[in-house]
């Protein structure tokens, strides 16, 4: 079982940085598929990043260049290293997961995904 705490969220200026850490308090997430996601405000929740259980990537055209998706080596944290934000990137970010068939297959729905952190708000705001 994936118990998943997000943290990092915040307000920052245009063009700055924020790193997004989604921890699993229950099993190691190894082999799962994680996936970031966003939802601002009266819009549906987007895929914006995943990292495979074989440490593929991938990214959104949005995301892609500016942020980086990555796994620490204890196996219990994914990282999202975001990179010169603007204000389209303003939105409650959620990282979810779930065992992949096959194993390096990168979910990109939010209905293919089982498990899911509690969000957290980012704000890109002068």
């Known amino acids: 079982q994936v118990q998943l705490v997000e943290s990092g969220g915040g307000l920052v200026q245009p063009g700055g940085s924020l790193r997004l850490t989604c921890t699993s308090t229950?099993?190691?997430?190894?082999?799962?598929?994680v996936g970031w996601f966003r939802q601002a405000p009266g819009k549906e929740r987007e895929f914006v990043s995943g990292?495979?259980?074989?440490?593929?990537?991938l990214y959104t055209d949005a995301a892609k260049g500016r942020f980086s998706v990555s796994r620490d080596n204890s196996m219990t944290t994914v990282y999202l290293q975001m990179n010169s934000l603007n204000s389209d990137d303003t939105s409650v970010y959620y990282c979810?997961?779930?065992?992949?068939?096959?194993?390096?297959?990168?979910?990109?729905?939010?209905?293919?995904?089982?498990?899911w952190g509690q969000g957290a708000q980012v704000t890109v705001s002068s």
């Open positions: 990292i495979s259980s074989t440490e593929g990537t």
């Open positions: 979810a997961a779930r065992i992949p068939h096959p194993f390096n297959y990168i979910p990109t729905t939010a209905a293919e995904y089982v498990y």
């Open positions: 229950g099993d190691t997430l190894n082999v799962y598929a």
